[in-house]
């Protein structure tokens, strides 16, 4: 499986901020990228994929993807305490997808 | 999207002994995955079930300790056996819904204590 590294957490961010989760990959053939979002004993629930260089926005969501820099993020606006989560960058390669560690989202109310 | 269901949620089995987990997907998807989670750790790729073949395994995964069954396009089960205390985790499967700019989902879990 293809390396996948996130930014150390854990991270906190008060209500309504911005939290920016970032995530690089070393296989610069690798096609499709998602992120997950884990509450604690739980299984990973699917926020966005996106396969494109740019910005994809899902609602509160933006995924952005930088292709030549092997980068990929995800911004969570108005952060909610409900978004309080492990979030998984998973990156595709010959269809199987190779997980980052995780970071951990604490949003303070 | 695909909603996936696992059968049992959680066991607590004995040491030598074997657990069959069994997968369910609401649809036809193009591919399924087994995945196993070790307590605060991220996810690991174990095998791609194949329909109608043998899976392919990923490297530290054999067919003699995981084998795997996928008999349609809807369905797929994972054995763990000969267990022992090392193989206690949360085994996951997962469905992708199409090639490869397809969603991929996962099914809520199997958490395996052995003992």
């Given at each position: 499986?293809?390396?996948?590294?996130q930014?150390?957490?854990?991270?906190?961010?008060?209500?309504?901020?911005?939290?920016?989760?970032?995530?690089?990959y070393?296989?610069?053939?690798?096609?499709?990228?998602?992120?997950?979002?884990?509450?604690?004993?739980?299984?990973?629930?699917?926020?966005?994929f996106?396969?494109?260089?740019?910005?994809?926005?899902?609602?509160?969501?933006?995924?952005?993807?930088?292709?030549?820099?092997?980068?990929?993020?995800?911004?969570?606006?108005?952060?909610?305490?409900?978004?309080?989560?492990?979030?998984?960058?998973a990156?595709?390669?010959?269809?199987k997808?190779?997980?980052?560690?995780?970071?951990?989202?604490?949003?303070r109310? | 999207?695909?909603?996936?269901?696992?059968?049992?949620?959680?066991?607590?089995?004995?040491?030598?002994?074997?657990?069959?987990?069994?997968?369910?997907?609401?649809?036809?998807?193009?591919?399924?995955f087994?995945?196993?989670?070790?307590?605060?750790?991220?996810?690991?790729?174990?095998?791609?079930?194949?329909?109608?073949?043998?899976?392919?395994?990923?490297?530290?995964?054999?067919?003699?300790?995981?084998?795997?069954?996928?008999?349609?396009?809807?369905f797929s089960?994972?054995?763990?056996?000969?267990?022992?205390?090392?193989d206690?985790?949360?085994?996951?499967?997962?469905?992708?819904?199409?090639?490869?700019?397809?969603?991929?989902?996962?099914?809520p879990?199997?958490?395996?204590?052995?003992?």
């Amino acid at each position: 499986q293809k390396e996948v590294e996130q930014n150390s957490g854990p991270l906190s961010v008060p209500e309504g901020a911005i939290a920016s989760l970032n995530c690089t990959y070393s296989d610069r053939g690798s096609q499709s990228f998602f992120w997950y979002r884990q509450y604690s004993g739980k299984s990973p629930e699917l926020i966005m994929f996106i396969y494109s260089n740019g910005d994809k926005e899902d609602g509160r969501f933006t995924a952005q993807l930088n292709k030549a820099s092997q980068y990929v993020s995800l911004l969570i606006r108005d952060s909610q305490p409900s978004d309080s989560a492990t979030y998984l960058c998973a990156v595709d390669g010959d269809y199987k997808l190779s997980f980052g560690a995780g970071t951990t989202v604490t949003v303070r109310a | 999207s695909a909603v996936i269901s696992q059968k049992p949620s959680r066991d607590i089995c004995q040491r030598g002994t074997s657990l069959t987990i069994q997968c369910q997907v609401d649809s036809q998807v193009t591919m399924m995955f087994w995945y196993r989670q070790q307590p605060g750790q991220s996810l690991t790729l174990i095998a791609t079930a194949n329909q109608g073949s043998e899976a392919t395994y990923e490297s530290g995964f054999v067919i003699d300790k995981f084998p795997i069954s996928r008999p349609n396009l809807t369905f797929s089960t994972l054995t763990v056996s000969n267990m022992s205390p090392e193989d206690s985790s949360i085994y996951l499967c997962s469905a992708r819904t199409s090639g490869s700019l397809g969603e991929q989902f996962f099914g809520p879990g199997t958490r395996l204590t052995v003992l």
